[in-house]
């Protein structure tokens, strides 16, 4: 019984944080391998998360590719330089 009354809790957390995302657009990890993306937003409240974002060129409008996925590392191209983030950071890229 609380084993299952945490889990709607859980699942009730989930659902709101996904429905408080930018216009519900899909996040970086979920992307394809070396097709072109425009950033449509950074979803995060980490502030110093989203001054990272900004200085390696990932904010709105700008056009990022996944060049390959390994084990929850993304390397991304954003404007003709190539940078190795983790999983959080690429969730926070929202195309």
Known sequence: MELALA?????RRYLKKKQDRVNDF??????AVN????IKGIDTSDQGMKEFL????????????????LAENYVINVKDARYSIDEDLARAILV
């Open 26 to 31: 899909p996040d970086l990890t979920s992307a």
């Open 7 to 11: 889990n709607n809790l859980l699942k």
């Open 54 to 69: 900004f200085t390696l060129g990932c904010y709105e409008g700008e056009t990022v590719t996944v060049i390959s996925v």
């Open 35 to 38: 097709l072109p993306y425009i």
